[in-house]
C-alpha cells in the first residue's frame, strides 16, 4: 500500500500489519482498544472524538508506534531530513522520538489530521506538560494494554481505580518513571518531569 492511499481504520492496520513485526501489531491492537475503554472508564470528553472517518481511539493507538522498530540511525536521519526538532535526550536516546516520528509518517499516510491527535502520538511514551484526556488515555493504554507481560491484573485495577484520568496517567507515570531508573534504560526526560509537575500542581494529582 503506497502512502497517501489510507483512508479507512481498516487500510491504516493493513497498512501498520506490513511494516511492524507482529508482537507490535498485537500491541498497536491493543492500546487501540485499550484506549477506548480507558476514555469510556473515565467519561472522558476533553478531546476531539472523530476526523474524516477515523475515531480517535483507533487511530492513535495503531498509529502510535509505526516507527517504534526503526533503528536509532534511521529515527534521527527522519527527523533531520523533515526538519523535526530533535532534544539532545532524542539524540543521546533516539527512541524517544519515535513518537513523533510515528506522528510524522500518519500524516504522510492520511493528510493534516487533528493537531491533538498528532500531539498524542508525538507524547505517548514520555508525556509532557498540558495533555489533553485522548493524549492521556493513549499514554495509559501504552503501558497496561492486554499483551504487556510486566502488567499484572491487580496493578491494571489499581490504575484504573483512580479518581480521574489525571490521578491514573500519574500513576503509571510514576511507576514507569520508576521502571526506567531500575532498568537503567534512561532517566525521566523533561517531559516526564514536565509532566509529573503538571498533573501534581495543576489536577492535584497524587499516587495514594
Not at 68 to 78: G, I, P
Not at 166 to 192: K, N, P, T
Request: charged fraction near 25%; charge should be negative.
Amino acid at each position: 500500500m503506497s502512502r497517501h492511499t489510507v483512508c479507512t481504520i481498516d487500510d491504516l492496520s493493513a497498512f501498520l500489519r506490513t511494516t511492524v513485526s507482529e508482537k507490535r501489531y498485537v500491541h498497536s491492537l491493543g492500546v487501540a482498544k485499550t484506549t477506548a475503554d480507558v476514555l469510556s472508564h473515565f467519561g472522558c470528553r476533553d478531546y476531539c472524538r472523530t476526523w474524516n472517518g477515523f475515531e480517535a481511539p483507533a487511530f492513535c493507538g495503531l498509529a502510535h508506534d509505526i516507527a517504534r522498530e526503526m533503528t536509532d540511525a534511521s529515527l534521527l536521519d527522519y527527523c533531520r531530513k523533515n526538519g523535526l526538532y530533535l532534544s539532545q535526550e532524542d539524540i543521546v536516546a533516539p527512541v524517544l522520538a519515535h513518537g513523533t516520528v510515528s506522528a510524522e509518517i500518519a500524516m504522510e499516510l492520511v493528510g493534516r489530521y487533528p493537531m491533538s491527535w498528532y500531539k498524542a502520538l508525538c507524547v505517548h511514551t514520555t508525556g509532557n506538560a498540558g495533555m489533553d484526556d485522548l493524549a492521556l488515555a493513549l499514554f495509559v493504554a501504552d503501558y497496561i494494554e492486554p499483551s504487556r507481560r510486566f502488567m499484572t491484573d491487580e496493578k491494571r485495577a489499581f490504575y484504573l481505580g483512580s479518581r480521574d484520568i489525571s490521578q491514573c496517567a500519574y500513576r503509571v507515570l510514576c511507576d514507569m518513571i520508576s521502571h526506567w531508573r531500575e532498568v537503567g534504560f534512561h532517566d525521566a526526560s523533561s517531559g516526564s518531569l514536565a509532566m509529573k509537575d503538571y498533573l501534581e500542581r495543576k489536577a492535584g494529582s497524587t499516587y495514594e
